[in-house]
């Protein structure tokens, strides 16, 4: 069984950056697929980014070029390094797992089988 653990939001200032951090078990899970999602108030929950095994990654217009996606094995931890801030990306952000080495094209969260319980990121401007 998949468990996933989200650390690292908080409220900051437009403009700055944040390191989400996302704790995860089996060891194997280093394998698949692992993503990132966000969940405004009113909105849908919409997906960030991604990574596969190969290391390729995946971003939406929305985040691209301000946030990476990056995975430490030894660590057993996927990261969200935010840059560049907007009060739009304020959101309760989620960790996701999938079972499977290869990220979906799309970015459905049916894809994905296993969710942490997310950490809120407020941004002010």
Same mark, same amino acid.
């Given at each position: 069984q998949v468990r996933l653990m989200e650390s690292g939001g908080g409220s900051v200032q437009a403009g700055s950056s944040l390191t989400l951090s996302c704790a995860y078990s089996p060891t194997t899970y280093s394998n698949n697929c692992m %993503?990132?999602?966000r969940w405004a108030? %009113? !909105? !849908?929950?919409? #997906?960030?980014?991604?990574?596969?095994v190969d290391g390729i990654t995946k971003y939406?217009?929305?985040?691209? #070029?301000r946030f990476t996606i990056s995975k430490d094995a030894a660590k057993n931890t996927l990261y969200l390094q935010m840059n560049s801030l907007k009060p739009e990306d304020t959101a309760v952000y989620y960790c996701a797992a999938r079972p499977m080495r290869w990220c979906p094209s799309g970015w459905e969260g049916g894809y994905f089988d296993y969710w942490g319980q997310g950490t809120q990121v407020t941004v002010s401007s």
């Open positions: %993503g990132w999602f108030p %009113g !909105e !849908e929950r919409r #997906g960030v980014a991604n990574i596969q939406t217009d929305h985040v691209k #070029g």
